[in-house]
């Protein structure tokens, strides 16, 4: 199997790169309104954002967002019929005008994606708990005066109209083999995520410039919503963590970054490194389904089904044509990035009878 990975230099409100359907599934983290750290990008891209933020803090907001917009609509374009746009939004907490107040993105965003046509579908609340003593914001023990910490995000998950379909045998053949297991979906189902935030290994100017997620948030999502040799976008792409889930994932990936400056740079180090870390994280991912499985069968439950092509236990049928591929070689060819991949071997996958 080989995927391929392209990273584009440019404005993701027009990708014009990219030919209309061409995309199952996007996978991002926009910058977020209203949040500090935005206000330079996005007054570079409307002056009259920044001479609104403090007069007309409800103009700015939605001046930022109509910024934010033409990207959904151009996901929307882009992505083929069934294909999902999982976006990770927080809302913004900020003092105005000597007021403070919520600014809710994930609704906003929610609400354009739903006029251009998206389905909105249930989201994953990604809670990010801290234990700071300074986290509680106001007067501290007296009424009426504080404010309820804000610990969690949002991981939207709309659709391109309905179900995608499967038409023929090489693509029914592809979702089959993309399969998960069953305790997998059942953590990654949830409508709550406990996950730690990233920590980046950037220059401060590029660390004050990006917000990347954990890598587990957008691996769960591609193995939640693609399968092998789709591709996965991501229109803010950052210092390419979506890139790195993709490549662990067996899919082909491109990404937009506005932002050179913060741009991952793949050197031969680097590649080395994604291609130990995804290994790592399957022969992880393996053996907790090697661990549940005897544990199951040691608490007396019943195991039905056998894996066809492995022969490792499963819970349900849906999980027999699943297929695992580690990451063989990282290359550039030219100006892409291209990803070579073997079958794992058996020996990686005993669990008991």
Request: proline share 5%; charged share 25%.
């Amino acid at each position: 199997m080989l995927t391929r990975h392209n990273t584009l230099i440019g404005d993701c409100r027009k990708m014009r790169s990219l030919l209309d359907e061409s995309v199952q599934l996007v996978v991002t983290s926009p910058p977020y309104p209203m949040i500090a750290m935005w206000d330079e990008l996005f007054a570079s891209m409307n002056p009259e954002i920044d001479a609104l933020r403090e007069t007309s803090p409800e103009k700015a907001f939605e001046k930022m967002h109509g910024l934010l917009d033409e990207v959904w609509l151009e996901s929307y374009r882009v992505l083929s019929p069934g294909g999902f746009c999982c976006v990770n939004i927080g809302d913004a907490t900020r003092s105005l005008n000597g007021r403070f107040r919520l600014f809710s993105n994930h609704s906003r965003i929610t609400q354009k994606c739903t006029e251009i046509g998206f389905t909105n579908l249930p989201p994953v609340i990604w809670r990010k708990p801290t234990n700071a003593p300074n986290k509680f914001m106001g007067s501290g023990m007296l009424p009426a005066g504080a404010y309820i910490t804000y610990e969690h995000e949002y991981v939207l998950v709309l659709r391109k109209g309905g179900k995608r379909e499967f038409s023929n045998a090489e693509q029914n053949q592809a979702r089959n083999a993309s399969a998960y297991f069953w305790e997998e979906r059942n953590v990654w189902f949830s409508d709550l995520w406990l996950l730690t935030g990233a920590r980046q290994s950037l220059a401060k100017a590029a660390r004050l410039r990006s917000a990347a997620f954990p890598l587990e948030l957008p691996y769960r999502l591609i193995q939640m919503y693609s399968v092998y040799g789709d591709r996965v976008l991501d229109p803010f792409m950052g210092t390419g963590t979506t890139t790195v889930a993709a490549i662990i994932s067996g899919r082909n990936s491109t990404g937009y970054e506005i932002d050179a400056g913060i741009m991952p740079r793949y050197e031969s180090k680097a590649l080395s490194e994604i291609a130990e870390l995804g290994n790592k994280m399957l022969e992880e991912r393996l053996s907790r389904h090697r661990l549940f499985i005897e544990e199951r069968i040691s608490a007396g439950k019943s195991v039905k089904h056998r894996n066809e092509l492995y022969g490792f236990p499963v819970i349900t049928a849906q999980e027999r044509q699943a297929r695992f591929f580690k990451i063989a070689e990282i290359e550039w060819v030219g100006k892409e990035l291209q990803v070579a991949y073997d079958e794992i071997e058996k020996k990686y996958l005993r669990a008991s009878a």
